[in-house]
């Protein structure tokens, strides 16, 4: 037989293109139109109702970018339509761009009721199945004229709607009542899914031919020209090998409906509680025709909206709850990045996230959702167990730029030894459409092949929003079991994660360590003032919490601001979505941020204030947050506080630092360190007093400024040939000595560079080995990466990097692929080197972006640790950290790992001055390895104190936890503060265990004088 293939299959796509698709809407008539642009932001239905509407024709220009028009829909079914399906069909001006990234809208009913969105791939709102012929049509649609702002990464203004202008972008196309035509429409979806299974199956195989030859008979049997009279007959060409049932080999696809909805990117977060509304209408309207639909949905955050906003689609949500076509998962208030939340921030993202589920829609959840995060921190399965959470869900792996993950479902080790069951679903997209080449892909793609049977397919539009579309369910049912094709069986992700578990996991492997995305790298340092704004409200939290359970346990009458602090948490944790906090949205939303960050550090100030003035007025006293003692200067004073709590401030002979001009090299000096700064501004020597050695072997805190053009996605990449070009910054305008003792010594250092200008001003003061830069920047550079370099001369095999309680240790070699890829990483506020017996610590207020290398000099090999300072990438946002910055790193010799922990909690907790008598710590340990984390009031408003505390170092830990106050009932607890058993007197830690103490005060204790009386509990049995 001639093979005709290729012609056979050009006749079937041309039938399809230009004569089937088309079809499947048969009889259409225009609706009447008339139109309200609604000035400025959003508006509530209820006002669009009230407003004044002008005729508006089709074919007109509307929508400026990021505004809204309303449009009245208005018309009648045909009386001849009786009996037939009848819809309304609109198209605003969609282009060829995706759902969620162009114009859509929401449909509602004359009384303001949502009815559903609309998008590209959904156009439709039935009106009769079958319509009755005469029914009258009055809708409202309120269309959102989103621009597109991602163009091949060019520099667009569009991305703010201070920038983006004021001329329409859209042309209203249609608005009109039409008969679907269904045979015809799933003649459509057989044809899609067969011929799709068919391109997937090898030629050799029989199963491709007997489809090709069935879909030719297919086309015989249609007119082109009378496709909706013959589409029936056509249909029934194929029902013989659509019926034809899936090998018991094949692979079993668990599919769940999903609508991945950036909480913000290339829209606002404005726009986010509108993208949620539109797809959560869709996918509850589309579970009553469809009752085997199963959805899927995180963030708790976007309910939350919902429910604030429509609460008719928030009805509709709990209604499918019920029904079981509507699955909460994620446990977290939103998919948040993985890497620079700190420790507490990414527990209350599971805390507040589980809570809201739980409460108010009745679920448990049990897993982690995170499909689009850049990678994922190591401390991850401990907290997912602390939380009650079995699995773990991730696609963004598959992203990889140079190695592929062996596995896709596998147990995941954290850094305490924590194990979580977690898939990797290798369809290798979170947005699946059914279609046959995902499917394929899915199979032949799989890890676990011969072990392992299932993996789990989300499907529907996603990233901006959509969801699933009856055409999805459609080839669903077609692929339920079809010959050559994986099974496909919609369910609940619990559903998959307890068969695989089952299935595999006594077998399977176990990934040890981060989950580090070989992509996206540069997230860690883009729009470093979201980052710092992060940074510092987790910090204020935790002082701001601190103060108030102080306040709260010493003073009855002080009232715990309890609903202050779960809106600002809330506020925190939803700009650190993984678009927000890594950088990578439009200016909008980071212009949002920093104005919004600015806010919560007041309004934290005034609280922390406020619970300070609740403990009494006094003399002078210096309140420390961090849980380790510190001796610092003060004002005129070297002040020694211990942890979590306070001393008076008091002059007196101390320690003291030197400076000296000595042959135009400036040396600062105290009894721990003898710094030498040369007249280029650089470190020439840093040398530790009390291990008698040098630390540096090169200059030190060399500016280094390298070209920044990534092969792709400009705010989210720093790629490798960055390396290949650099300028050191070594010219200075001026050097100046400007504090020379007795409790500080500076040196102002100017250097001006490009269109930009640094001033820094190196700092060493009395009794500290700590060496702090705390630098200023007029930052007006052109694609360009700003790095601070530290070559130390400490040769170390590996990195030890702060991560969520803990560290995580990474090679300085390249000697695999896998190392190689690591070339940017991250560290929260700490990086350490180290050899034996001494190592150096690198510390930060604000940055996250670090690398490290090994440097061979005259006299051995050393180790350059640099921190990424500042990027000036052009996309999203064309302006991207233009402007000025001010934030601090220091360099601590001599540094244990618990010196790096303990000082970059000094760094980043500021001592506080006050007037107030001196607060004994509400806890303390004995433990100098382990380190309190969050002392708080608990979730219930019970009045107990909770604290969350962790082993540091990476080693083994015997603890008692000292109460400054009576307890009369000490529990452990999960995250979630919900008891475990009773805590026993001294406490035993595995090596960065986390631990959740809930203690109860002996109340009626207070008001007798007994306040700040450290007592012990003795429980009645140990854990």
């Known amino acids: 037989m001639h093979d005709d293939r290729s012609l056979v299959e050009a006749r079937l796509e041309r039938a399809l293109r230009q004569f089937l698709r088309p079809a499947q809407y048969g009889d259409r008539v225009p609706l009447a139109l008339s139109a309200w642009h609604a000035p400025g932001e959003p508006v509530p239905v209820g006002q669009a109702l009230q407003a004044s509407y002008e005729p508006f024709t089709t074919g007109t220009a509307w929508g400026k970018p990021w505004s809204t028009s309303w449009f009245r829909i208005e018309g009648r079914v045909p009386e001849e339509w009786a009996g037939r399906l009848v819809e309304v069909v609109i198209d605003p001006g969609f282009t060829g761009d995706g759902p969620g990234f162009q114009a859509e809208g929401l449909l509602y009913d004359p009384a303001g009721i949502p009815l559903k969105g609309i998008h590209p791939r959904n156009r439709h709102l039935t009106v009769g199945a079958p319509a009755r012929g005469g029914e009258a049509v009055r809708l409202l649609l309120e269309a959102a004229a989103n621009p597109a702002v991602l163009h091949g990464f060019e520099p667009t203004r569009m991305g703010d ?3 983006a202008g004021d001329g329409p972008i859209y042309r209203f196309a249609a608005a009109d009542l039409a008969v679907l035509d269904e045979d015809v429409w799933h003649l459509v979806l057989d044809t899609e899914v067969l011929s799709e299974l068919m391109y997937e199956l090898d030629p050799q195989r029989p199963r491709r031919h007997e489809i090709l030859r069935a879909l030719e008979n297919m086309l015989d049997a249609l007119d082109l020209h009378d496709v909706s009279g013959t589409a029936a007959a056509a249909r029934a060409e194929l029902t013989e090998v659509l019926s034809r049932p899936a090998s018991a080999s094949a692979h079993r696809v668990s599919a769940t409906g999903h609508a991945h909805i950036d909480s913000a990117w290339l829209w606002p977060l404005r726009e986010t509680v509108r993208k949620a509304s539109r797809t959560f209408a869709n996918v509850t309207a589309l579970a009553l025709d469809y009752p085997e639909l199963v959805f899927a949905c995180s963030q708790a955050q976007q309910y939350a909206w919902v429910k604030e906003h429509q609460p008719h689609i928030w009805e509709r949500i709990k209604e499918a709850v019920r029904q079981g076509n509507w699955a909460p998962v994620g446990s977290m208030w939103v998919e948040s990045d993985a890497n620079m939340p700190g420790g507490e921030a990414l527990a209350r993202q599971i805390v507040h996230g589980k809570r809201f589920f739980r409460e108010e829609l009745g ?18 399965p401990q907290l997912a167990k602390l939380a009650g959470v079995r699995w773990f869900l991730t696609q963004k792996l598959s992203w990889n730029q140079t190695n592929k993950m062996p596995h896709h479902t596998f147990w995941w080790e954290g850094i305490d030894g924590t194990r979580v069951f977690t898939h990797f679903p290798p369809v290798d997209t979170y947005n699946s459409q ?5 499917l394929a892909h899915a199979e032949r793609n799989f890890a676990e092949k011969g072990i392992a049977t299932r993996s789990l397919v989300p499907f529907g539009w996603g990233d901006g929003g959509g969801g699933p579309t009856r055409e999805m369910l459609e080839k669903a049912r077609r692929l339920r079991s079809l010959e050559g094709s994986p099974t496909v069986r919609i369910e609940k992700p619990e559903a998959f994660f307890a068969a695989a578990e089952e299935e595999y996991g006594a077998h399977a492997p176990v990934w040890s360590g981060e989950l580090y995305l070989e992509l996206h790298r540069a997230t860690y340092t883009t729009q470093a003032k979201t980052k710092q704004g992060n940074r510092r409200s987790e910090h204020a939290l935790r002082e701001a919490e601190l103060w108030c359970a102080t306040a709260a346990v010493r003073d009855a009458s002080y009232s715990y601001p309890y609903d202050a602090l779960d809106r600002l948490w809330k506020t925190v944790l939803l700009h650190q979505f993984h678009d927000i906090l890594p950088g990578s949205s439009i200016a909008w939303v980071h212009r949002e941020a920093r104005a919004t960050y600015a806010r919560v550090l007041a309004e934290l100030e005034e609280i922390t204030a406020e619970a300070v003035r609740a403990l009494g007025s006094g003399s002078p006293v210096v309140l420390n947050a961090s849980p380790y003692e510190r001796t610092e200067v003060v004002g005129d004073a070297l002040v020694t506080v211990p942890g979590l709590g306070g001393a008076a401030v008091s002059t007196g002979p101390g320690p003291t630092v030197r400076a000296a001009h000595d042959d135009g090299v400036i040396v600062l000096e105290n009894d721990r360190l003898r710094v030498r700064i040369d007249a280029d501004g650089l470190l020439t020597s840093v040398r530790d007093l009390a ?3 040098e630390v540096l072997c090169g200059p030190g805190n060399l500016l280094q400024l390298h070209p920044d053009h990534p092969n792709a996605w400009d705010a989210w990449d720093i790629d490798r040939h960055y390396r290949r070009t650099h300028t050191d910054l070594t010219s200075a305008e001026s050097v100046e000595l400007v504090e020379s003792g007795p409790l500080r010594a500076t040196v102002r250092v100017t250097r001006a560079f490009g269109s930009s200008r640094i ?22 550079e052109s694609e360009k990466v700003l790095k601070a370099a530290f070559p130390l001369d400490v040769q170390a095999e590996r990195s030890a990097a702060e991560i969520q309680f803990g560290h995580v240790h990474r090679p300085t070699h390249a000697n695999t692929g896998w190392d190689a890829a690591r070339f940017e990483i991250c560290a929260h506020r700490w990086l350490r080197v180290a050899e034996e017996s001494y190592g150096v610590a690198v510390l930060n207020d604000s940055t996250y972006g670090h690398d490290v290398t090994r440097t061979p000099h005259a006299d051995g090999l050393g180790t350059t640790v640099r921190l990424t300072l500042l990027r000036a990438p052009h996309s999203p946002d064309p302006e991207t950290d233009l402007g000025t910055h001010r934030f601090t790193y220091a360099l601590l010799p001599g540094a244990g790992a618990g010196d790096a922990v303990a000082e970059g909690l000094a760094l980043n907790l500021p001592l506080r001055r006050a007037a107030a008598p001196v607060p004994e710590p509400l806890v303390s340990v004995d433990d100098p390895a382990v380190t309190v984390e969050s002392v708080k009031l608990a979730e219930d408003r019970g009045g107990d104190v909770v604290v ?8 083994r830990a015997r603890v008692r936890v000292t109460a400054g106050f009576p307890v009369s009932r000490a529990e452990v607890t999960d995250l979630l503060e919900r008891p475990l058993g009773e805590a026993p007197p001294e406490i035993e830690l595995r090596p960065f265990q986390i631990l959740t103490l809930r203690l109860r005060p002996a109340r009626q204790s207070q008001g007798t004088g007994r306040e700040g009386q450290a007592v012990k509990w003795e429980p009645s049995q140990a854990l």
């Open 161 to 163: 709607v201070l920038t």
């Open 363 to 380: 679920v448990e959840t049990e897993e982690i959702w995170l499909p689009d995060s850049f990678g994922y921190t190591a401390a991850f």
């Open 434 to 438: 059914f279609h046959g080449g995902e």
């Open 691 to 693: 291990h008698g050695r």
């Open 759 to 780: 001033t820094q001003e190196i700092r060493l003061t009395a009794a500290s080995r700590r060496l702090d830069i705390v630098t200023d920047v007029d930052w007006q």
């Open 948 to 955: 969350r505390l962790y082993e540091s170092r990476g080693g």
